[in-house]
């Protein structure tokens, strides 16, 4: 076996209206006055209420920031940090909703606790003082962000996504509901789904893999494939449940081990084109286990005995109605094979290019977009 150092420490509660231990869960942590970090769709669902009213149960000061949109930028974080510097002092931060939320989250905690701005912190442990306590409650069946150190935060202008990453960062606690994704549509169920089964797949393979994180992969990827369906075409929320809690085991599989060239080449997409990132993700996924295929294909079959897993791949797109090409994203008016070069150069420059278990050549990024446009 492969030597490696994994830390687990994180506090993980699962269960329906687990969300209701919040309050105890805030106690615990030591906090008092709360910085909620949310957006506008977690409010109109009525999971903000939910969340508020638990704190509010134990009398817990409550500042909700709800300015969050995808894909959050460095303003986005300015804001929050602004915000609680507005109701100062917070001694604990509540990340509330899919990863942009969960991110902009951890993002405002680097800041308000090390100062500067996100860019001092791209990459790995810059953050030189302690953090606030912080805890996650995702609320699409996804993200993973909730059990990972890293804060995905774009560029303002470039949207360049920057990894920022500190172990101090990791939500100490985890909150796994599945009744807050009862009124997940069907569309972001099936974007967000996509995208955690590429992390257990993209992880199980990856160049940092180890015999730790292809467990919690292995195991991700079972409970993944086996519910996708049901979770998206039924909005079954038992279905659901087990989607969130694979997706929480692919995001502990990923801070064991790391990506590879699907997130990669997505990033450039989301970019440019302001593709949705699952959507972005599954565009390339299929195309990126056929390319790593001659190097790790009996670990692609270690995780789908049944056939291939490109293929399946692609049926699971179908029955999430997902697109497979840049035209059925309705980016074709701006979308062409021009772009290939700037989207390659792009992608090789991505933290998760360089973990892929086939090395990236340009050539080879040039020929893996070739095959969505």
């Excluded at 789908?304 to 497979?324: Q, T, V």
């Excluded at 090789?348 to 340009?362: E, G, H």
Aim: charged share 15%.
């Amino acid at each position: 076996m492969i030597a490696f150092d994994s830390n687990l420490a994180q506090r993980v509660i699962f269960g329906e209206n687990s969300i209701e231990k919040l309050a105890e869960s805030t106690i615990t942590l030591g906090g008092s006055r709360v910085l909620l970090v949310t957006d506008p769709g977690i409010e109109e669902a009525g999971i903000l209420k939910r969340a508020y009213s638990s704190l509010n149960s134990e009398k817990i000061t409550c500042y909700i920031f709800i300015g969050v949109e995808p894909n959050p930028t460095e303003k986005h974080v300015r804001a929050a940090v602004d915000f609680a510097k507005a109701n100062a002092p917070i001694d604990l931060i509540i990340g509330l909703g899919g990863g942009s939320a969960m991110d902009c989250a951890k993002g405002a905690n680097f800041i308000l606790t090390n100062g500067g701005k996100m860019e001092d912190y791209w990459g790995t442990n810059k953050a030189t003082k302690r953090m606030l306590p912080s805890i996650g409650v995702p609320t699409t069946i996804g993200t993973g962000s909730e059990a990972q150190s890293f804060a995905l935060i774009s560029q303002e202008d470039s949207h360049i996504k920057m990894a920022c990453g500190d172990k101090k960062a990791q939500f100490h606690t985890v909150i796994l509901d599945p009744t807050l994704t009862e009124t997940l549509p069907s569309s972001v169920a099936a974007a967000t789904g996509i995208d955690a089964i590429a992390h257990a797949i993209e992880s199980y393979v990856s160049t940092r893999h180890n015999a730790m994180s292809q467990m919690f992969s292995q195991q991700a990827w079972k409970l993944l494939n086996a519910n996708f369906e049901s979770a998206i075409t039924k909005e079954n929320y038992h279905a659901r449940g087990k989607m969130l809690f694979g997706a929480y085991l692919a995001g502990v599989a990923i801070e064991n081990s790391m990506l590879g060239a699907a997130h990669a080449c997505a990033n450039p997409l989301t970019a440019r084109y302001n593709i949705t990132h699952g959507i972005a993700v599954a565009l390339m996924l299929p195309h990126v286990i056929r390319f790593n295929r001659n190097i790790v294909g009996e670990s692609y079959n270690e995780l789908y005995s049944d056939g291939d897993l490109a293929n399946r791949i692609e049926e699971l797109m179908k029955i999430g109605d997902i697109p497979n090409t840049l035209q059925a994203c309705s980016v074709q008016h701006q979308g062409n094979t021009t772009d290939i070069p700037a989207l390659a150069n792009e992608a090789s420059v991505q933290w998760t290019a360089q973990f892929n278990p086939r090395p990236l050549a340009i050539h080879n990024l040039i020929r893996l977009y070739e095959q969505i446009f």
